[in-house]
Protein backbone atom coordinates (compact mmCIF):
# COMPACT_ATOMS: atom_id res chain seq x y z
CA UNK A 1 0.00 0.00 0.00
CA UNK A 2 0.73 3.53 -0.90
CA UNK A 3 0.11 6.47 0.85
CA UNK A 4 1.16 9.91 -1.01
CA UNK A 5 1.10 13.67 -0.01
CA UNK A 6 1.16 15.15 -3.47
CA UNK A 7 -1.24 13.24 -5.43
CA UNK A 8 -1.74 10.88 -7.67
CA UNK A 9 -2.65 12.07 -11.65
CA UNK A 10 -5.04 9.69 -12.90
CA UNK A 11 -5.67 8.87 -16.52
CA UNK A 12 -8.41 7.50 -18.58
CA UNK A 13 -9.09 10.88 -19.72
CA UNK A 14 -8.80 12.99 -16.73
CA UNK A 15 -6.17 13.27 -15.18
CA UNK A 16 -6.98 14.31 -11.23
CA UNK A 17 -4.50 14.65 -8.54
CA UNK A 18 -5.75 12.71 -5.12
CA UNK A 19 -3.92 14.60 -1.81
CA UNK A 20 -3.30 11.71 0.86
CA UNK A 21 -4.23 8.90 -0.63
CA UNK A 22 -3.03 5.66 -0.84
CA UNK A 23 -4.08 2.40 -3.17
CA UNK A 24 -4.51 -1.53 -2.16
CA UNK A 25 -2.14 -3.51 -4.04
CA UNK A 26 -3.22 -7.60 -4.13
CA UNK A 27 -1.93 -9.60 -7.08
CA UNK A 28 0.21 -7.29 -8.82
CA UNK A 29 -3.01 -5.07 -9.51
CA UNK A 30 -5.28 -1.94 -7.69
CA UNK A 31 -7.39 -3.38 -5.65
CA UNK A 32 -8.59 -0.15 -3.82
CA UNK A 33 -7.74 3.55 -3.71
CA UNK A 34 -9.13 6.02 -0.97
CA UNK A 35 -7.65 8.82 1.45
CA UNK A 36 -4.71 7.06 3.09
CA UNK A 37 -6.39 6.89 6.89
CA UNK A 38 -9.66 5.55 5.33
CA UNK A 39 -7.86 3.00 3.64
CA UNK A 40 -5.67 2.00 6.27
CA UNK A 41 -7.76 1.48 8.61
CA UNK A 42 -10.56 -0.11 6.24
CA UNK A 43 -7.60 -2.62 5.10
CA UNK A 44 -6.10 -3.51 8.57
CA UNK A 45 -9.57 -5.37 9.42
CA UNK A 46 -10.17 -7.65 6.41
CA UNK A 47 -6.24 -8.48 6.06
CA UNK A 48 -4.43 -7.59 9.26
CA UNK A 49 -0.77 -8.96 8.04
CA UNK A 50 -0.67 -6.70 4.99
CA UNK A 51 2.01 -4.68 4.48
CA UNK A 52 1.92 -0.76 4.90
CA UNK A 53 4.01 1.49 3.23
CA UNK A 54 4.17 5.48 3.93
CA UNK A 55 5.93 7.74 1.85
CA UNK A 56 6.11 11.68 2.74
CA UNK A 57 6.24 14.17 -0.05
CA UNK A 58 6.07 11.62 -2.66
CA UNK A 59 4.01 12.12 -5.81
CA UNK A 60 2.66 8.80 -7.18
CA UNK A 61 1.83 8.21 -10.76
CA UNK A 62 1.60 5.54 -13.37
CA UNK A 63 5.06 4.10 -14.63
CA UNK A 64 5.95 6.14 -17.90
CA UNK A 65 5.14 4.37 -21.69
CA UNK A 66 7.98 4.78 -23.70
CA UNK A 67 6.44 3.71 -27.02
CA UNK A 68 9.26 3.79 -29.17
CA UNK A 69 13.02 2.76 -29.33
CA UNK A 70 15.58 0.25 -29.64
CA UNK A 71 16.78 0.01 -26.44
CA UNK A 72 20.48 -2.18 -27.26
CA UNK A 73 21.51 0.69 -29.33
CA UNK A 74 22.41 2.17 -25.63
CA UNK A 75 25.37 1.02 -26.19
CA UNK A 76 26.20 3.28 -29.24
CA UNK A 77 25.18 6.19 -27.13
CA UNK A 78 27.22 9.26 -28.24
CA UNK A 79 28.85 6.76 -30.77
CA UNK A 80 27.95 9.25 -33.88
CA UNK A 81 26.41 12.27 -33.07
CA UNK A 82 25.57 15.52 -34.98
CA UNK A 83 24.65 14.06 -38.62
CA UNK A 84 21.46 13.66 -40.08
CA UNK A 85 19.02 10.43 -40.61
CA UNK A 86 20.54 8.52 -43.46
CA UNK A 87 24.10 9.35 -43.48
CA UNK A 88 23.43 8.53 -39.85
CA UNK A 89 22.65 5.69 -40.37
CA UNK A 90 24.29 4.32 -43.58
CA UNK A 91 27.82 5.86 -42.34
CA UNK A 92 28.13 5.10 -38.98
CA UNK A 93 25.20 2.81 -37.39
CA UNK A 94 25.15 0.48 -39.85
CA UNK A 95 28.39 -0.42 -40.58
CA UNK A 96 28.50 -0.39 -36.52
CA UNK A 97 25.78 -2.72 -36.08
CA UNK A 98 27.14 -5.14 -39.24
CA UNK A 99 30.16 -5.82 -37.17
CA UNK A 100 29.23 -6.25 -33.57
CA UNK A 101 25.71 -7.37 -33.61
CA UNK A 102 25.22 -10.30 -31.94
CA UNK A 103 23.02 -11.43 -28.78
CA UNK A 104 25.27 -10.37 -26.64
CA UNK A 105 25.20 -7.21 -27.77
CA UNK A 106 21.45 -7.45 -27.40
CA UNK A 107 21.78 -8.87 -23.73
CA UNK A 108 24.00 -6.43 -22.77
CA UNK A 109 22.77 -2.73 -24.46
CA UNK A 110 19.07 -3.99 -23.20
CA UNK A 111 19.74 -4.35 -19.79
CA UNK A 112 21.70 -0.94 -19.92
CA UNK A 113 18.34 0.68 -21.51
CA UNK A 114 16.19 -0.85 -18.93
CA UNK A 115 18.07 -0.12 -16.38
CA UNK A 116 18.33 3.67 -17.30
CA UNK A 117 14.09 3.66 -18.25
CA UNK A 118 13.40 2.01 -14.74
CA UNK A 119 16.09 4.92 -13.35
CA UNK A 120 13.49 7.38 -14.87
CA UNK A 121 10.46 6.28 -14.29
CA UNK A 122 9.27 4.12 -17.52
CA UNK A 123 7.57 0.88 -16.43
CA UNK A 124 6.96 -0.40 -20.01
CA UNK A 125 8.70 0.02 -23.40
CA UNK A 126 8.06 -1.22 -26.91
CA UNK A 127 10.71 -2.07 -28.90
CA UNK A 128 12.15 -2.34 -32.32
CA UNK A 129 15.42 -4.62 -32.99
CA UNK A 130 17.62 -7.35 -34.05
CA UNK A 131 17.54 -10.38 -31.56
CA UNK A 132 14.46 -9.43 -30.29
CA UNK A 133 14.55 -12.62 -28.27
CA UNK A 134 17.52 -11.48 -26.19
CA UNK A 135 15.64 -8.23 -25.78
CA UNK A 136 12.47 -10.22 -24.57
CA UNK A 137 14.03 -12.70 -22.34
CA UNK A 138 16.25 -9.80 -20.46
CA UNK A 139 12.86 -7.50 -20.12
CA UNK A 140 11.07 -10.47 -18.56
CA UNK A 141 13.69 -11.38 -16.37
CA UNK A 142 14.50 -8.06 -14.97
CA UNK A 143 10.51 -7.53 -14.21
CA UNK A 144 10.53 -4.48 -16.77
CA UNK A 145 7.12 -4.66 -19.15
CA UNK A 146 7.90 -4.82 -22.99
CA UNK A 147 6.64 -4.97 -26.00
CA UNK A 148 9.12 -6.27 -28.67
CA UNK A 149 8.26 -5.84 -32.24
CA UNK A 150 10.35 -8.46 -34.57
CA UNK A 151 11.91 -6.44 -37.29
CA UNK A 152 11.52 -7.86 -40.88
CA UNK A 153 13.71 -6.06 -42.74
CA UNK A 154 14.79 -6.82 -46.79
CA UNK A 155 18.38 -7.07 -45.95
CA UNK A 156 20.54 -9.59 -44.57
CA UNK A 157 21.71 -9.12 -40.65
CA UNK A 158 23.48 -10.66 -38.12
CA UNK A 159 20.20 -12.44 -36.79
CA UNK A 160 18.67 -13.26 -40.29
CA UNK A 161 19.99 -14.39 -43.45
CA UNK A 162 16.67 -13.27 -45.93
CA UNK A 163 13.23 -12.44 -45.52
CA UNK A 164 11.74 -15.49 -44.50
CA UNK A 165 13.96 -16.19 -41.87
CA UNK A 166 12.57 -12.48 -40.63
CA UNK A 167 9.38 -13.96 -40.28
CA UNK A 168 9.91 -17.47 -39.34
CA UNK A 169 12.26 -16.47 -36.19
CA UNK A 170 9.59 -14.06 -35.32
CA UNK A 171 7.02 -15.60 -34.90
CA UNK A 172 8.24 -18.32 -32.96
CA UNK A 173 9.23 -15.74 -30.45
CA UNK A 174 5.27 -14.73 -30.91
CA UNK A 175 4.30 -17.85 -29.85
CA UNK A 176 7.21 -18.30 -27.17
CA UNK A 177 5.43 -15.49 -25.06
CA UNK A 178 1.94 -15.82 -25.99
CA UNK A 179 1.11 -16.49 -22.40
CA UNK A 180 3.79 -13.59 -20.85
CA UNK A 181 1.70 -11.24 -18.37
CA UNK A 182 5.35 -8.65 -18.82
CA UNK A 183 6.11 -9.17 -22.42
CA UNK A 184 3.31 -8.96 -25.82
CA UNK A 185 5.23 -9.78 -29.61
CA UNK A 186 4.16 -7.87 -32.49
CA UNK A 187 5.57 -6.83 -35.71
CA UNK A 188 8.27 -4.03 -36.36
CA UNK A 189 8.58 -3.96 -39.94
CA UNK A 190 11.20 -1.48 -40.24
CA UNK A 191 9.94 1.74 -42.73
CA UNK A 192 8.84 1.78 -46.21
CA UNK A 193 11.74 2.51 -47.53
CA UNK A 194 13.22 -0.81 -45.92
CA UNK A 195 10.21 -3.22 -46.56
CA UNK A 196 8.73 -4.77 -49.65
CA UNK A 197 5.16 -4.34 -50.78
CA UNK A 198 4.75 -8.60 -50.45
CA UNK A 199 6.61 -8.42 -47.11
CA UNK A 200 3.93 -5.14 -45.70
CA UNK A 201 0.82 -7.40 -47.33
CA UNK A 202 2.32 -10.33 -45.38
CA UNK A 203 2.68 -8.84 -41.94
CA UNK A 204 -1.10 -7.18 -42.05
CA UNK A 205 -2.80 -10.54 -42.81
CA UNK A 206 -0.26 -11.87 -40.07
CA UNK A 207 -1.24 -9.59 -37.92
CA UNK A 208 -4.73 -9.86 -38.45
CA UNK A 209 -4.79 -13.03 -38.26
CA UNK A 210 -2.46 -13.97 -35.08
CA UNK A 211 -4.26 -10.37 -32.91
CA UNK A 212 -1.42 -8.85 -32.43
CA UNK A 213 0.15 -5.14 -33.73
CA UNK A 214 2.26 -3.44 -35.72
CA UNK A 215 4.85 -1.11 -35.16
CA UNK A 216 6.73 1.05 -38.49
CA UNK A 217 8.18 3.66 -38.60
CA UNK A 218 6.62 6.29 -41.07
CA UNK A 219 6.83 9.58 -42.52
CA UNK A 220 10.20 10.75 -40.69
CA UNK A 221 11.93 12.77 -42.99
CA UNK A 222 10.50 14.85 -45.89
CA UNK A 223 13.21 12.72 -48.48
CA UNK A 224 11.02 9.35 -46.90
CA UNK A 225 8.09 11.26 -49.19
CA UNK A 226 9.60 12.26 -52.15
CA UNK A 227 11.43 9.22 -52.47
CA UNK A 228 7.89 7.38 -51.94
CA UNK A 229 6.39 9.52 -54.60
CA UNK A 230 8.91 8.89 -56.65
CA UNK A 231 9.27 5.48 -56.72
CA UNK A 232 5.79 4.80 -55.94
CA UNK A 233 3.64 7.22 -57.52
CA UNK A 234 2.18 7.93 -53.55
CA UNK A 235 3.85 8.89 -49.94
CA UNK A 236 4.59 6.26 -47.55
CA UNK A 237 0.55 6.65 -45.99
CA UNK A 238 -1.19 6.00 -49.05
CA UNK A 239 1.32 3.06 -50.13
CA UNK A 240 0.76 1.58 -46.60
CA UNK A 241 -2.83 2.49 -46.56
CA UNK A 242 -3.33 0.36 -50.09
CA UNK A 243 -1.27 -2.69 -48.55
CA UNK A 244 -4.09 -3.37 -45.91
CA UNK A 245 -1.29 -2.04 -43.02
CA UNK A 246 -2.93 1.07 -41.41
CA UNK A 247 -5.65 -0.14 -38.76
CA UNK A 248 -6.17 -0.32 -34.96
CA UNK A 249 -3.43 -2.56 -34.59
CA UNK A 250 -0.48 -0.42 -35.79
CA UNK A 251 1.59 2.03 -34.55
CA UNK A 252 3.15 4.87 -37.01
CA UNK A 253 6.40 5.91 -35.19
CA UNK A 254 7.66 10.03 -36.30
CA UNK A 255 5.59 11.60 -38.77
CA UNK A 256 7.32 14.01 -39.08
CA UNK A 257 5.63 15.06 -42.48
CA UNK A 258 1.52 14.72 -43.09
CA UNK A 259 -0.84 16.51 -45.32
CA UNK A 260 -4.67 16.54 -44.82
CA UNK A 261 -5.05 13.07 -46.83
CA UNK A 262 -2.59 11.37 -44.59
CA UNK A 263 -4.19 12.03 -41.20
CA UNK A 264 -7.46 11.36 -42.88
CA UNK A 265 -6.14 7.78 -43.68
CA UNK A 266 -4.42 7.61 -40.30
CA UNK A 267 -8.02 8.79 -38.47
CA UNK A 268 -10.12 6.65 -40.28
CA UNK A 269 -7.94 3.75 -39.89
CA UNK A 270 -7.80 4.21 -36.16
CA UNK A 271 -3.88 3.85 -36.58
CA UNK A 272 -1.89 5.34 -33.31
CA UNK A 273 0.77 7.39 -33.88
CA UNK A 274 3.75 7.85 -31.98
CA UNK A 275 5.99 11.57 -31.61
CA UNK A 276 9.94 10.83 -30.74
CA UNK A 277 10.57 14.86 -30.09
CA UNK A 278 14.18 14.51 -29.20
CA UNK A 279 14.91 12.13 -31.99
CA UNK A 280 13.05 14.34 -34.55
CA UNK A 281 14.94 17.26 -33.57
CA UNK A 282 18.52 15.63 -33.02
CA UNK A 283 18.60 14.09 -36.99
CA UNK A 284 16.55 17.43 -38.15
CA UNK A 285 14.29 14.94 -39.55
CA UNK A 286 11.76 17.37 -38.70
CA UNK A 287 8.78 18.73 -36.63
CA UNK A 288 5.62 16.33 -35.72
CA UNK A 289 2.68 18.33 -35.20
CA UNK A 290 0.84 16.01 -33.17
CA UNK A 291 -1.84 18.73 -32.18
CA UNK A 292 -3.31 17.83 -35.34
CA UNK A 293 -2.98 14.26 -34.68
CA UNK A 294 -4.47 14.24 -31.26
CA UNK A 295 -7.23 16.68 -32.92
CA UNK A 296 -8.13 14.21 -35.51
CA UNK A 297 -8.78 11.64 -32.77
CA UNK A 298 -5.76 9.47 -32.87
CA UNK A 299 -4.20 7.46 -29.81
CA UNK A 300 -0.68 9.56 -29.44
CA UNK A 301 2.35 7.85 -27.60
CA UNK A 302 5.69 9.13 -27.08
CA UNK A 303 9.03 7.44 -28.02
CA UNK A 304 12.67 8.33 -26.75
CA UNK A 305 14.07 6.48 -29.43
CA UNK A 306 17.29 4.93 -29.58
CA UNK A 307 19.81 6.18 -26.90
CA UNK A 308 22.31 6.30 -30.73
CA UNK A 309 19.77 9.35 -31.78
CA UNK A 310 18.71 11.10 -28.43
CA UNK A 311 20.81 10.22 -26.37
CA UNK A 312 18.66 9.55 -22.98
CA UNK A 313 16.07 7.53 -22.06
CA UNK A 314 14.26 9.43 -19.88
CA UNK A 315 10.83 9.50 -20.81
CA UNK A 316 10.58 12.60 -18.43
CA UNK A 317 12.84 14.47 -20.88
CA UNK A 318 9.91 13.66 -23.87
CA UNK A 319 7.46 14.82 -22.27
CA UNK A 320 9.12 18.13 -21.58
CA UNK A 321 10.32 19.01 -25.26
CA UNK A 322 7.06 17.75 -26.51
CA UNK A 323 5.34 20.23 -24.67
CA UNK A 324 7.76 22.67 -25.64
CA UNK A 325 8.19 22.00 -28.69
CA UNK A 326 4.34 22.04 -29.60
CA UNK A 327 4.14 25.59 -28.02
CA UNK A 328 6.89 26.82 -30.08
CA UNK A 329 6.37 25.57 -33.15
CA UNK A 330 2.10 26.76 -33.32
CA UNK A 331 3.22 30.15 -31.26
CA UNK A 332 1.43 29.10 -28.74
CA UNK A 333 1.86 29.03 -25.06
CA UNK A 334 -1.01 27.00 -24.42
CA UNK A 335 -0.42 24.25 -26.83
CA UNK A 336 0.08 20.81 -25.41
CA UNK A 337 -0.28 22.09 -21.83
CA UNK A 338 1.69 19.86 -18.97
CA UNK A 339 -1.60 17.80 -18.74
CA UNK A 340 -1.78 16.76 -22.00
CA UNK A 341 1.68 15.68 -21.73
CA UNK A 342 1.81 13.82 -19.28
CA UNK A 343 -1.32 11.78 -20.61
CA UNK A 344 1.02 11.09 -23.73
CA UNK A 345 3.81 9.80 -21.44
CA UNK A 346 0.83 7.40 -19.62
CA UNK A 347 -2.46 6.61 -20.62
CA UNK A 348 -1.94 8.01 -24.68
CA UNK A 349 0.77 6.32 -25.11
CA UNK A 350 -0.79 2.59 -23.24
CA UNK A 351 -3.60 3.46 -25.46
CA UNK A 352 -1.48 4.05 -28.44
CA UNK A 353 0.60 -0.07 -27.69
CA UNK A 354 -3.12 -1.33 -27.38
CA UNK A 355 -2.58 -1.99 -23.25
CA UNK A 356 -4.78 0.93 -22.30
CA UNK A 357 -6.99 -1.28 -20.19
CA UNK A 358 -3.93 -2.78 -18.38
CA UNK A 359 -2.10 0.20 -17.64
CA UNK A 360 -1.37 3.91 -17.73
CA UNK A 361 -3.41 5.35 -15.08
CA UNK A 362 -3.55 4.54 -11.50
CA UNK A 363 -7.33 3.07 -11.43
CA UNK A 364 -8.79 0.15 -9.83
CA UNK A 365 -8.45 -3.47 -11.95
CA UNK A 366 -5.63 -1.81 -13.43
CA UNK A 367 -1.89 -3.48 -13.23
CA UNK A 368 0.51 -1.88 -10.41
CA UNK A 369 2.84 -0.45 -12.61
CA UNK A 370 4.19 2.59 -10.32
CA UNK A 371 6.65 5.04 -9.72
CA UNK A 372 7.14 7.67 -6.81
CA UNK A 373 8.82 10.85 -7.09
CA UNK A 374 10.54 12.58 -4.79
CA UNK A 375 9.94 15.93 -4.18
CA UNK A 376 11.93 16.56 -1.46
CA UNK A 377 15.00 18.20 -3.02
CA UNK A 378 15.45 21.72 -4.41
CA UNK A 379 14.86 20.94 -7.91
CA UNK A 380 11.34 20.09 -7.44
CA UNK A 381 10.41 22.50 -4.92
CA UNK A 382 8.33 24.19 -4.22
CA UNK A 383 5.31 22.20 -5.76
CA UNK A 384 2.31 24.78 -6.19
CA UNK A 385 1.38 22.12 -9.42
CA UNK A 386 2.48 18.41 -9.17
CA UNK A 387 1.52 18.39 -13.04
CA UNK A 388 3.75 21.30 -13.95
CA UNK A 389 6.52 19.45 -11.26
CA UNK A 390 6.45 16.40 -13.68
CA UNK A 391 6.75 17.67 -16.90
CA UNK A 392 8.68 20.80 -16.82
CA UNK A 393 11.31 19.97 -14.10
CA UNK A 394 13.17 16.70 -15.43
CA UNK A 395 11.30 14.68 -12.80
CA UNK A 396 12.82 11.35 -14.08
CA UNK A 397 15.80 12.59 -11.95
CA UNK A 398 14.07 12.17 -8.78
CA UNK A 399 12.76 8.49 -9.45
CA UNK A 400 12.70 7.12 -6.24
CA UNK A 401 10.87 3.66 -6.19
CA UNK A 402 9.10 1.71 -9.30
CA UNK A 403 6.53 -1.29 -9.01
CA UNK A 404 5.84 -3.40 -11.84
CA UNK A 405 3.11 -6.02 -11.71
CA UNK A 406 3.33 -4.70 -7.64
CA UNK A 407 6.67 -6.05 -7.26
CA UNK A 408 9.17 -3.20 -6.47
CA UNK A 409 11.96 -3.57 -8.79
CA UNK A 410 13.52 -0.04 -7.91
CA UNK A 411 13.83 0.76 -4.11
CA UNK A 412 15.45 4.34 -2.80
CA UNK A 413 16.63 4.48 -6.68
CA UNK A 414 18.72 1.54 -6.15
CA UNK A 415 17.71 -1.32 -8.69
CA UNK A 416 16.99 -4.66 -7.19
CA UNK A 417 17.20 -6.66 -10.52
CA UNK A 418 20.29 -5.41 -11.76
CA UNK A 419 24.01 -6.11 -10.69
CA UNK A 420 24.96 -1.96 -11.46
CA UNK A 421 28.53 -2.69 -11.09
CA UNK A 422 28.26 -5.61 -13.65
CA UNK A 423 26.42 -3.96 -16.04
CA UNK A 424 28.66 -0.88 -15.76
CA UNK A 425 31.50 -3.14 -16.45
CA UNK A 426 30.36 -4.97 -19.21
CA UNK A 427 29.27 -1.20 -20.76
CA UNK A 428 32.91 -0.27 -20.67
CA UNK A 429 33.60 -3.87 -22.33
CA UNK A 430 31.82 -2.85 -25.21
CA UNK A 431 32.94 0.45 -25.48
CA UNK A 432 36.53 -0.38 -25.80
CA UNK A 433 35.20 -2.86 -28.64
CA UNK A 434 33.27 -0.38 -30.55
CA UNK A 435 36.09 2.10 -30.42
CA UNK A 436 38.20 -0.39 -32.56
CA UNK A 437 36.27 -0.44 -35.28
ZN1 LIG B 1 13.41 4.28 -34.33
Redo the contacts with the bound molecule.
Sequence with gaps: MEGDTHGSPLGGGTTAVHRDHGMLIIDGKIAQMAPYTELVTQTKQAHPDIEVEFFTDHIMLPGLVNC???AAMSLLRGFADDYALMPWLEQHIWPAENQWLSESFVRDGTTLAVAEMLLAGTTTFSD?YFFPEASAEVAESLGMRAQINFPIIEFPSNWASDTEEYFSKGLDLFDNYRHSTLVNVGFGPHAPYTVSDASFERVAVLAEEIETHIQV?LQ?SAAEVADSVRDYGVSPIERLHRLGVLGPRTQA??LTQFNKRDIELLAQSNTSAIH?PA?NAKLASGYSAITHLLAAGLHVGL?T??AA?NNTLDLFDSARLAALQAKLHSSDATALNATQSLHLATQGGADALGLGDQIGSLSIGKQADIIAIDTSQPALQPVHNPISQLIYTQAGRAVNHVWIDGQVVVRSRELLNIDLAELLANTKTWRDKLVKR
Design positions: HGHMHEVHCSGDGS
